[in-house]
T-cell receptor, first 109, second 116 residues
Framework: GQNIDQPTEMTATEGAIVQINCTYQTSGFNGLFWYQQHAGEAPTFLSY??LDGLEEKGRFSSFLSRSKGYSYLLLKELQMKDSASYLCAPMDSNYQLIWGAGTKLIIKP | GAVVSQHPSWVICKSGTSVKIECRSL??????MFWYRQFPKQSLMLMAT?????????EQGVEKDKFLINHASLTLSTLTVTSAHPEDSSFYICSAPPEREVGEQFFGPGTRLTVL
């Protein structure tokens, strides 16, 4: 079967760094996406990894290890507006995104 | 980036009525659009894949006669919730992948449906 495993909730302090881990099992693999979703809003695209390694984009970085079925999203210099849910979504062999429940990130001053 | 719009943003209706939700790709063509439903604090649930010029593909457990999907053009897909009931109250989101690009889906802003 297909499965996504992320922590349900994490708390971090403004200005700090946080790493959100994701492990996955899919039928085939065509890359992995990270999306941000604020409460009551649709998801917005953050990153896409298809090869192993780290992709850096400003304050956000995403890492992928295909052999381990593992990815993480790293957020630096946390801001209050980063409080949101972060969704790890691998793409299966049919190019369909597999969604988990996401990680709710709470930023405290 | 590509833009997907959804209309209406929110709707309140009486039980038994039908509600139509539109999803438009504004600056690209989308032969495929996806319809999701999301209940509070739960993951996105794919309801169906809308295909331009052909029938939609529904996920297991989604009633195709209740959730009518029409993808009449390369920029417009509609979802009609027929005979809505309170349990249909949810956040409905559409998304579309740009042509010839792997994967990234652009999401519409979502439609909050409340059935009284």
């Amino acid at each position: 079967g297909q499965n996504i495993d992320q922590p349900t909730e994490m708390t971090a302090t403004e200005g700090a760094i946080v790493q959100i881990n994701c492990t996955y099992q899919t039928s085939g693999f065509n890359g992995l996406f990270w999306y941000q979703q604020h409460a009551g809003e649709a998801p917005t695209f953050l990153s896409y990894n298809v090869l192993d390694g780290l992709e850096e984009k400003g304050r956000f970085s995403s890492f992928l290890s295909r052999s381990k079925g593992y990815s993480y999203l790293l957020l630096k210099e946390l801001q209050m507006k980063d409080s949101a849910s972060y969704l790890c979504a691998p793409m299966d062999s049919n190019y369909q995104l597999i969604w988990g429940a996401g990680t709710k990130l709470i930023i405290k001053p | 980036g590509a833009v997907v719009s959804q209309h209406p943003s929110w709707v309140i209706c009486k039980s038994g009525t039908s509600v139509k939700i539109e999803c438009r790709s504004l600056d690209f063509q989308a032969t495929t659009m996806f319809w999701y439903r999301q209940f509070p604090k739960q993951s996105l649930m794919l309801m169906a894949t809308s295909n331009e010029g052909s029938k939609a593909t529904y996920e297991q457990g989604v009633e195709k006669d209740k959730f009518l999907i029409n993808h009449a053009s390369l920029t417009l897909s509609t979802l009609t919730v027929t005979s809505a009931h309170p349990e249909d109250s949810s956040f409905y989101i559409c998304s579309a992948p740009p042509e010839r690009e792997v994967g990234e889906q652009f999401f519409g802003p979502g439609t909050r449906l409340t059935v009284l």
